[in-house]
């Protein structure tokens, strides 16, 4: 089936420990678009020791996660936004999961990454290989920038003001070539 045409945006996320998530409904809520949240049977809060160990070893070796239900199908959006959490420099297991089931119905991503410390795009690469096409944009937030208020909302408008102008999802709008960070 071919990717919806009508402009509608789908947040997925990943998030652990509520940054991720965070961001992910700034997003939407400026966006106006849904939002779905990833759950992995694999790690359901709240996490001991060993089970963060075992978060960091699956991501190293991009062990897929175990999803929860999928609300939303991708198919009926024109562009789906995917947020991870980065772990060991890798993107997280639930997001891996969910790139390699949906890859086919992805024609139109964008991505966003927070980490402690760790440019986004490092992250990224894997995330487009599974896909076998570039993301649409990308932005990243690490632990400073999440604190400051500021960076945060001002990154988000960004973001979304650029996804908004990307020719095609929100009709009769041209491309700006708006420079993410
Ligand atoms: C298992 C694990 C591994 C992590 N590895 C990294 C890392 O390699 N680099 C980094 O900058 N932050 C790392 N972090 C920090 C998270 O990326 C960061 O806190 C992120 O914002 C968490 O998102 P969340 O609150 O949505 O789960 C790691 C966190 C966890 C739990």
């Not at 009508?6 to 939002?35: E, F, H, P």
């Not at 969910?98 to 119905?105: A, I, V």
């Not at 932005?139 to 400073?144: I, P, S």
Request: aromatic residues 8%.
């Amino acid at each position: 089936m071919a990717a919806d045409a009508s402009g509608k945006m789908l947040v997925v996320y990943y998030s652990l420990t509520g940054n991720t998530a965070g961001v992910a409904r700034d997003i939407a809520g400026l966006a106006r678009a849904d939002i779905e949240v990833l759950r992995d049977f694999d790690r359901e809060p709240p996490l001991g020791a060993l089970a963060y160990i075992k978060a960091a070893l699956d991501a190293l070796r991009g062990r897929p996660g175990k999803l929860g239900s999928i609300a939303c199908d991708p198919r009926n959006y024109a562009l789906v936004v995917i947020g991870t959490p980065v772990w060991v420099g890798r993107m997280s297991p639930a997001v891996r999961a969910y790139l390699e089931r949906y890859r086919d119905y992805l024609p139109h991503v964008a991505f966003f990454v927070t980490s402690g410390d760790t440019d986004a795009s490092k992250v990224v690469g894997p995330m487009e290989a599974i896909l076998r096409h570039k993301a649409e944009a990308l932005t990243g937030f690490n632990a400073k920038e999440l604190a400051d208020p500021r960076v945060r909302s001002d990154r988000i408008a960004t973001f979304v003001q650029a996804l908004r102008q990307r020719e095609g999802f929100f009709p009769g709008v041209t491309r700006t070539g708006a420079v993410l960070s």
